[in-house]
């Protein structure tokens, strides 16, 4: 089973800031990886698949990169409503399809 | 619009077998380009993946969950279905559905990410 660690576990941005969210894998997944994002009594809503690629509807703001065991999700100007938790999930090796531990960006 | 939407019992007991059924409106189940799974977020906690089913009734499962999953579609009522057998406390989340699609290889699509949620049903385990 691949586990996917995020960090940081908490990320404190002020509003119009840019967020840097990590995500690692304990062996590679290539680039078959996403991000969500979940607000509080709220699913997760897909943001990025394939690492890098927006889903439908996402703001340009949010974009995600690297390949292997090591990915970025950035926020470039956080909005008042992008203040979530954020996961990263793997789907090189299934099953499982695997979650990182999530990472929670707040206001500062 | 694809929307689907869990329901089943809100309270199951230990011991017991807890049953979901997700209803997918807004397209067809039966479509070969999309599989369908199960994922639960205990209370304040992060995602796991339970199970994953096509309408060609393949089925994937969580191997720390397998001996007591069982995901099913119902081709005919659009709908596919969750049970978990002898439910502990551990099994108290929030359980929610979601189309689980991906990228399409030689012609067959590898499920991948999970597009979109249904709002998720709250199971609580207790006696």
């Known amino acids: 089973e691949i586990v996917m660690t995020q960090s940081p576990a908490t990320l404190s941005v002020s509003p119009g800031e840019r967020a840097t969210l990590s995500c690692r894998a304990s062996?590679?997944?290539?680039?078959?990886l996403a991000w969500y994002q979940q607000k509080p009594g709220q699913p997760p809503r897909l943001l990025i698949y394939d690492a890098s690629t927006r889903a439908t509807g996402i703001p340009a703001r949010f974009s995600g990169s690297g390949s292997g065991t090591e990915f970025t999700l950035t926020i470039s100007s956080l909005q008042s409503e992008d203040f979530a938790v954020y996961y990263c999930q793997q789907y090189n090796n299934w099953p499982p399809w695997t979650f990182g531990q999530g990472t929670k960006v707040e206001i500062k | 619009q694809l929307q689907l939407q869990e329901s089943g019992p809100g309270l199951v007991k230990p011991s017991e077998t807890l049953s979901l059924t997700c209803t997918v409106s807004g397209g067809s189940i039966s479509s070969r380009s999309y599989y369908w799974g199960w994922i639960r977020q205990p209370p304040g906690k992060g995602l796991e993946w339970i199970g994953t089913t096509h309408s060609s009734e393949t089925t994937y499962y969580n191997p720390s969950l397998k001996s007591r999953v069982t995901v099913s579609v119902d081709k005919s009522k659009n709908q596919f279905s969750l049970r978990l057998s002898s439910v502990t406390a551990a099994d108290t989340a929030v359980y929610y559905c979601?189309?689980?699609?991906?990228?399409?290889?030689?012609?067959?699509?590898?499920?991948?990410?999970?597009?979109?949620w249904g709002q998720g049903a709250l199971v609580t385990v207790s006696s």
């Open positions: 062996q590679s997944v290539s680039s078959y």
């Open positions: 979601a189309r689980h699609g991906g990228n399409f290889m030689i012609g067959v699509v590898m499920p991948g990410w999970f597009d979109p």
